[in-house]
């Protein structure tokens, strides 16, 4: 068809519409639409589907008021001192976050310890926006728990569960200020009661859950769908969907004293212990392989006052079997100092019964050496034991202090000191133990200690300058 006639009959067409619009007859039809909208009629809703969203949009709704924003700002601007495992905190001009979760009416809050370390000045932000300062009730760095105290009254609470009933597979909410976006909810699941990867402390029972969990989250409750707080959001790994909270029962145990006495005092023995295997168990002469092994005792301790020696195997603890040597480190902590305990002990053949006085545990914190608070180094040093030459890679037969944590940012950290270093000198005087790392260090304000470290097969030299 040519160019022409194609013209004639377009405007034929033309000419025939614009007659029935005249006429009224039809209309232009719209143009298609980009979506479509629902009007009730679209895929048939799952009833319990429905059920279960409702549930959830009700529990955020009850639940995230009594969920608090924490702003710190800290000593010397240095930042977290972040546990095991934890992603570092991005840079920020803005006070490091994390959350809280509201115990009672009248302003009792709990928290990780690691979110309020070094803090200066706390300060609490509630949902509707309103801010308090907050005062350090409690804190205990060997479980990373924290209570505070605000000015106020009538606030929502959250209702403490019984981790011990967490079922693997559970479906849980994670509420928080990740990167300070405050009173964040997600969702998950339990994935696993345990250790945490790469932990092997007294208290590693941790609840693994894959609810998106970031920094900002820690001191923030993991809760059931009852709406109970079954765990405490304290770390995560790095770039992975795997978070770990503090079960709650363990800080329902420790939140009275932490309110009457602001710590914990832990129980003591002053033993290094292992477990045992079937070889050593063999060599001994003891038929099972239940027990903790005791491979050294410390000068001046209870222990030593009760007549344990190192080889005797530890079978039982205040008329418990003792399975292992975590059995026997959590018996141990969670008795009261001053207690006498029976304790059960195979040695040369026969099983034998000591009396023990319990003794109270080192103040030890992360931020600080076990050395008088004045003068802060920013690491913690403790004697070495088989638990701690096993995590840093050391010869069981090594005598001496190790380096377990170093503050980031703070003076030993600065000095080049590292986790796992083993400290073999204080101020040219050969330590051996607390007491004498204690003793060598210098007495004078802002007096720089000199330390000699070894590092593998290398010895170095440092000097560190404490914070004042």
Known sequence: MSWKNRCCRAAIVLAAVGSLFG??????????????????AGIREDPEL???????????????????LIGVKMEGGTGYSLPENHPPIPPSDLPAVGSGIVLSADGYLLTNYHVIE????????????????????????????????????ELPVLPLGDSDKLEVGELVLAIGNPFGLDHTVSIGIV????????????????????ASVNPGNSGGPLINMRGEVIGINTAVIPNRRVAFAIPVNLAKSLLPELQARGRIAW?????????????????????????????NVLSGQPAEAAGIKRGDIIVAFDGKPVSDVRALQRAVSFTSVGKQVEIRVFRGGRLDTVTVKVGEAERVERQASTAPARRDLGMTVEELDAEKAKKFKLR???????????????????????????????????????????????????????????????????AVKPKT
């Open 118 to 153: 070094q803090a200066s000045e706390i300060e609490v932000q509630l949902m509707d926006d309103r801010k308090f300062p907050a005062k350090l009730v409690g804190k205990d760095a060997r479980t990373d728990l924290a209570l505070l105290k605000i000015e106020a009254s």
């Open 191 to 210: 994935s696993r009661k345990g250790p945490a990867l790469g932990s092997s402390g007294t208290f590693d029972d941790y609840i693994q859950t894959d």
């Open 50 to 68: 429905a059920r279960m969203n409702q549930a959830l949009i009700r529990l955020a709704k009850v639940l995230r008021p009594a969920v608090v």
């Open 267 to 295: 129980g003591f023995l002053g033993v290094s212990i292992q477990d045992l295997t079937q070889d050593l168990a063999r060599a001994m002469g003891f038929s099972e392989t239940k027990g903790a092994l005791v491979n």
């Open 396 to 462: 069981e037969d090594e005598e001496g202090l190790v380096v377990t944590d170093v503050a980031n940012g703070g003076p030993a950290a600065g000095a080049g000191v590292r986790a796992g270093d083993l400290v073999r000198e204080v101020n040219r005087r050969a330590v051996r133990s607390l007491e004498g790392f204690r003793s060598a260090l210098r007495q004078g304000e802002g007096e720089v200690d000199l330390f000699l470290l070894q590092r593998g097969d290398a010895h170095m030299y440092v």
């Open 23 to 40: 006429a009224g007859l039809v209309s232009v039809p719209a143009e298609a639409a980009l979506w479509t909208e629902s009007a009730g």
